[in-house]
């Protein structure tokens, strides 16, 4: 679903993914989700390249180069910093950053998230890009998550991060009320289809053996 998903939005083809999953693995969300980790732990290399490389930042490959050639064995993070004496792109996106952790140390997790959506105009960005709608739904949806958690008896970014990980790796997807759009592809499995009705049906992923196991005799 996932690779379908990513070429479809490459395309400019609006796609929704409805129950069968994808939100945490939506762009928009994957790139927030990393700067929240960030503004918990700069020093994380991975989720470093991803923020740099979103949208909402837009470095492209020679800047991330010139940015790891700053300081060849180091963090990445430290060669950032370096590069950012001399780089205007690179000082604004730190000084972003910085702003953001002190913003995290003074503030609610939904003021930071609201912070941080307003510095980066992250909802306008979405927008524009294809699948706009649908973008905006999520982001939405991933700030009340963090309102969702602060009702809670937990507190704080690196719980709430922590929180948002175990949901991924449990594989449960927060829900989207009325969030399909009727013109974009939906994606879902046979088993979801059920008892539904579609003018066009592609079926993908056919090459894999037939799962027979149910015809044989016990």
């Known amino acids: 679903g996932a690779v379908w998903r990513r070429e479809l939005a490459n395309m400019g083809v609006p796609v929704e993914a409805g129950k069968s999953g994808g939100f945490f693995e939506a ?20 989720q470093l390249v991803s923020a740099l490389r979103s949208a909402l930042f837009g470095f492209t490959p020679d800047e991330l180069t010139a940015i790891r050639l700053a300081d060849r064995d180091g963090e990445l993070w430290d060669a950032l910093c370096l590069r950012a004496g001399a780089d205007g792109k690179c000082r604004r996106f730190v000084d972003t950053l910085n702003a953001l952790r002190e913003t995290a140390r003074e503030s609610e997790l939904t003021a930071l ?22 973008r905006v739904t999520r982001l939405q949806r ?5 309102r969702e958690f602060e009702s809670g008896a937990w507190r704080g970014l690196r719980r709430f991060n922590e929180w948002v990980a175990k949901m991924r790796e449990s594989g449960n997807e927060p829900s989207i009320p009325n969030a399909v759009d009727k013109k974009a592809v939906q994606i879902m499995s046979i088993h979801q289809s059920k008892g539904l009705e579609f003018a066009v049906v592609f079926l993908g ?7 027979d196991m149910d015809l044989r005799p016990t």
């Open 27 to 46: 762009a928009e969300i994957e790139v927030i989700l990393s700067l929240l980790s960030l503004v918990d732990n700069p020093r994380q290399d991975v």
């Open 113 to 134: 998230i609201s912070e941080l959506y307003d510095r980066l105009d992250c909802l306008a960005v979405c927008a524009a890009l294809p699948d706009g709608a649908q």
């Open 205 to 211: 992923d056919t090459a894999r053996r037939f799962n």
């Open 142 to 146: 991933l700030f009340e998550l963090a």
